[in-house]
């Protein structure tokens, strides 16, 4: 559930939930939840936890796929919230649960956003059909006010794998090389209800063969507009014979759709009266491998582009960064290439300092100018940090049991930040400025983290997020009394 940018691939339909055949039997009752900042920045939207204002919403442990998910009943793997102390650690006296859903879903990078006063997520459907039998394949998109009194079900999935993002105004899925949206933006907020009434569906794109999108690290309610309302993708063509594809960006809202680059944007102007198709070395099919959003502004692309020449197969140029800025666009010439390779993981740093590459089991810095060896063995890249101007990579190596740093701007030897800490779940590693929470590598899998700016020489202690549910708190006080 990082805040990254992903590519997944999945087969998915859109179920209206008028037309549900499943028995909706839930009602959406909970005590009234005092507190909430529904007016403030909402940080790091799209993972396992969100702070807004004085809290910081999580999903509290880890349990995994479940055999009933009805309101009301889950305490570990619900969202919950606890308000945050003056040192940026958090009360976990104060944690309550605001959302009592199971928030467990199959793509495991997909969380949970929230936008003003409402907590958005996705949770596994297990109503019954007329038969009886319970759904093993439908996900819920639902939404619940931040003191708990109003929950919507925006619609119905008949997928648990699927990608997917959630916006202000609309959910957008992939499946099938299309971009598709759930528009929930006419729904009213004033009470709960469980048939999505008021949202509405359709396409966003088609032909899509790569795509990035990403939250905004911080998002106010009102504000204007921002590089993370993008989605940016490759679009082939209907005729096929062509032997390019086109880059391009659209907002989640169906707005300022552009083409940032196509079959003329390398050529000159004498090349293109003379006709593209003399150009064969000019004209590129793109394929989007990051975004790094690095401002309201400005995101960097970070891609490659291959060439055919005659009736050979096309051949990689190379992998390149670029970027794009509002009111400015995507300039050609801006373009800084990276590698001759394809590079299958680029870590985006920025456009001034590059990226981090994979290749032959290690990581390598480029920038545009050079490239030198960063990580000189198999790693899991957690997250790039900017402290005192030097930019810092941390990562775990191969058994995942410490999380190491290295400068890569300024080359500092590898250094110990944490160890024996993660849990063998499948669930990424997950941010908040410069705390990583993960779950915990003991039988309980609860949420903990570990705060990156506070390592000073020795390595820095975890510290738990959250609430054991009441087995799980009798087993471990259980298992820790003084003999």
């Known amino acids: 559930m990082k805040k990254k940018l992903l590519i997944v691939v999945a087969l998915v339909a859109l179920v209206i939930i008028s037309a549900l055949t499943l028995t909706a039997c839930n009602k959406f009752k909970w005590d009234k939840i005092d507190g909430g900042n529904a007016s403030a920045a909402s940080i790091s939207n799209g993972g396992y936890v969100v702070e807004q204002g004085d809290y910081v919403y999580f999903v509290n442990g880890y349990v995994g796929s479940v055999d009933s998910n009805d309101w009301g009943k889950a305490y570990k793997q619900s969202i919950m919230r606890c308000k945050k102390n003056a040192d940026g650690t958090y009360d976990n006296s104060t944690a309550v649960v605001v959302v009592p859903k199971s928030i467990y879903y199959d793509n495991q990078k997909a969380g949970f956003a929230i936008f003003g006063n409402f907590i958005y997520y996705a949770t596994p459907n297990l109503e019954k059909d007329k038969s009886g039998t319970a759904s093993t394949t439908h996900t819920d998109f639902m939404r619940t006010s931040l003191d708990?009194?109003?929950?919507?079900?925006?619609?119905t999935l008949n997928s648990r794998s699927n990608d997917f993002i959630f916006t202000p105004t609309r959910i957008l899925y992939y499946t099938s090389n299309t971009i598709n949206y759930i528009d929930f933006s006419k729904m009213s907020t004033k009470k709960s209800t469980n048939n999505g009434k008021g949202a509405t569906s359709g396409v966003l794109a088609e032909n899509v063969s790569s795509y990035f999108w990403g939250y905004d690290a911080e998002y106010t309610v009102g504000q204007g507009e921002s590089v993370a309302d993008y989605v940016f993708y490759t679009q082939t063509l209907t005729n096929s014979y062509e032997k390019y594809n086109e880059l391009k960006a659209i907002r989640y809202d169906g707005c300022n759709g552009t083409t940032l680059a196509t079959v003329i944007t390398y050529l000159t102007a004498d090349e293109i009266a003379n006709g593209y198709t003399n150009y064969p070395e000019k004209v590129f099919t793109f394929s989007l491998k990051n975004v790094k959003i690095e401002s309201d502004n400005q995101a960097t692309l970070y891609y490659t582009k291959s060439v055919q020449l005659g009736t050979s197969s096309a051949t990689v140029v190379g992998t390149f960064e670029n970027k794009f800025v509002l009111g400015t666009g995507f300039i050609a010439a801006a373009e800084k290439q990276l590698s001759t390779q394809d590079i299958s993981e680029v870590i985006g740093i920025s456009y001034d300092k590059g990226a981090l590459i994979a290749s032959d089991s290690k990581y390598y810095y480029a920038d545009g100018?050079?490239?030198?060896?960063?990580?000189?063995?198999?790693?899991?890249?957690?997250?790039?940090?900017?402290?005192?101007?030097?930019?810092?990579?941390?990562?775990?190596?191969?058994?995942?049991?410490?999380?190491?740093?290295?400068?890569?701007?300024?080359?500092?030897?590898?250094?110990?930040?944490?160890?024996?800490?993660?849990?063998?779940?499948?669930?990424?590693?997950?941010?908040?400025?410069?705390?990583?929470?993960?779950?915990?590598?003991?039988?309980?899998?609860?949420?903990?983290?570990?705060?990156?700016?506070?390592?000073?020489?020795?390595?820095?202690?975890?510290?738990?997020?959250?609430?054991?549910?009441?087995e799980d708190q009798a087993k471990y006080d259980e298992d820790n009394k003084e003999d």
């Open 369 to 470: 100018t050079d490239t030198k060896l960063a990580i000189n063995k198999s790693a899991t890249v957690l997250t790039t940090l900017e402290i005192n101007n030097n930019t810092y990579v941390y990562y775990l190596d191969s058994d995942k049991e410490k999380i190491y740093r290295v400068g890569i701007t300024a080359q500092d030897n590898e250094t110990v930040i944490a160890e024996d800490c993660f849990a063998d779940v499948s669930y990424d590693i997950d941010f908040v400025g410069s705390k990583v929470f993960y779950f915990g590598e003991d039988e309980y899998s609860y949420i903990h983290y570990v705060d990156l700016s506070k390592y000073a020489g020795e390595e820095v202690k975890a510290t738990l997020l959250g609430k054991f549910n009441s």
């Open 148 to 155: 708990g009194t109003i929950t919507q079900r925006i619609a």
